[in-house]
């Protein structure tokens, strides 16, 4: 009996906290995150940084947000020359830039939000959004769903947050095929949830869609050949395209730079 606990409106497991209303990051965890000092070494800088990717779910923005990070920490391991924890006991200096992306990612693991558990028979909606250089995916679960009542004023329930940053040759893409990205990542990365009966609301610009499906004769062969091979991956799933534009685009602020 010593592994179990009975009658618990709450438990806590791999620090975090599971009830009846979903699934938060244990306070205590975040607080004791959250009061570290600036890392002094590059090993300590490494650790911040992977201890907040395993948080990552329910921040928005994460990717974009961490990026700075990720980037000193990558230079200071080219500098260094080796990657065992050993070589990188050394000393890393902070700029103003990096101290402010560093209380950037504080903040966003400060301010995680509730990830509910998934309800089959609730609204399942998926937010997504592009800039030049990144992307966020959100994907929310409407409660008593209301028709005709704009989808920013439906009564949300956070599932997941994912994105990223665009990386190499995905820096040089046009603007539809960045656009069109977090769409087809989106329904590779979360099937599982995706694939369902009643199927799902795609809420972006009615644009990428018209471009995956029928791009425009003026594009690149190479930008058309992979649209229409996104295309195909879309044609597995239900889903009702809704157009949502302007302050309501919940994901603007997952891949825009505030």
């Given at each position: 009996?010593?592994?179990?606990?009975?009658f618990?409106?709450?438990?806590?497991?791999?620090?975090?906290?599971?009830?009846?209303?979903?699934?938060?990051?244990?306070?205590?965890?975040?607080?004791?995150?959250?009061?570290?000092?600036?890392?002094?070494?590059?090993?300590?800088?490494?650790?911040f940084?992977?201890?907040?990717?395993?948080?990552?779910d329910?921040?928005?923005?994460?990717?974009?947000?961490?990026?700075?990070?990720?980037?000193?920490?990558?230079?200071?391991?080219?500098?260094?020359?080796?990657?065992?924890?050993?070589?990188l006991q050394?000393?890393?200096?902070?700029?103003?830039?990096?101290?402010?992306?560093?209380?950037?990612?504080?903040?966003?693991?400060?301010?995680?939000?509730?990830?509910?558990?998934?309800n089959?028979?609730?609204?399942?909606?998926?937010f997504?959004?592009?800039?030049?250089?990144?992307?966020?995916?959100?994907?929310?679960?409407?409660?008593?769903?209301q028709?005709?009542?704009?989808?920013?004023?439906?009564?949300?329930?956070?599932?997941?947050?994912?994105?990223?940053?665009?990386?190499?040759?995905?820096?040089?893409?046009?603007?539809?095929?960045?656009?069109?990205?977090?769409?087809?990542?989106?329904?590779?990365?979360?099937?599982?949830?995706?694939?369902?009966?009643?199927?799902f609301?795609?809420?972006?610009?009615?644009a990428?869609?018209i471009?995956?499906?029928?791009?425009?004769?003026?594009?690149?062969?190479?930008?058309?050949?992979?649209?229409?091979?996104?295309?195909?991956?879309?044609?597995?799933?239900?889903?009702?395209?809704?157009?949502?534009?302007?302050?309501a685009?919940?994901?603007?602020?997952?891949?825009?730079?505030?």
């Amino acid at each position: 009996m010593l592994k179990s606990s009975l009658f618990e409106l709450a438990i806590k497991w791999c620090g975090k906290l599971v009830s009846s209303d979903g699934i938060r990051h244990d306070p205590a965890c975040v607080d004791a995150l959250v009061e570290l000092p600036l890392p002094a070494t590059v090993a300590d800088l490494q650790g911040f940084v992977f201890a907040t990717n395993w948080l990552h779910d329910p921040l928005p923005d994460y990717a974009r947000t961490v990026a700075p990070l990720h980037d000193k920490l990558e230079a200071e391991k080219k500098r260094i020359g080796r990657r065992n924890r050993n070589a990188l006991q050394v000393a890393t200096s902070w700029d103003s830039d990096e101290k402010a992306a560093y209380e950037n990612v504080l903040s966003l693991v400060r301010d995680s939000a509730l990830i509910a558990h998934h309800n089959p028979d609730a609204e399942l909606c998926v937010f997504t959004d592009a800039s030049l250089s990144g992307f966020g995916i959100m994907v929310k679960q409407g409660m008593q769903w209301q028709p005709g009542i704009p989808a920013e004023r439906q009564n949300h329930q956070l599932i997941i947050c994912k994105g990223g940053t665009f990386k190499r040759s995905q820096l040089n893409w046009t603007v539809v095929e960045k656009e069109a990205y977090p769409i087809v990542k989106a329904c590779n990365d979360l099937e599982y949830l995706l694939l369902r009966p009643g199927g799902f609301r795609l809420f972006c610009d009615h644009a990428n869609l018209i471009y995956i499906f029928s791009p425009h004769a003026d594009l690149k062969k190479r930008v058309r050949d992979r649209l229409q091979r996104w295309a195909v991956r879309l044609c597995g799933l239900y889903y009702r395209i809704e157009h949502i534009s302007g302050v309501a685009r919940y994901c603007v602020s997952v891949s825009r730079p505030r």
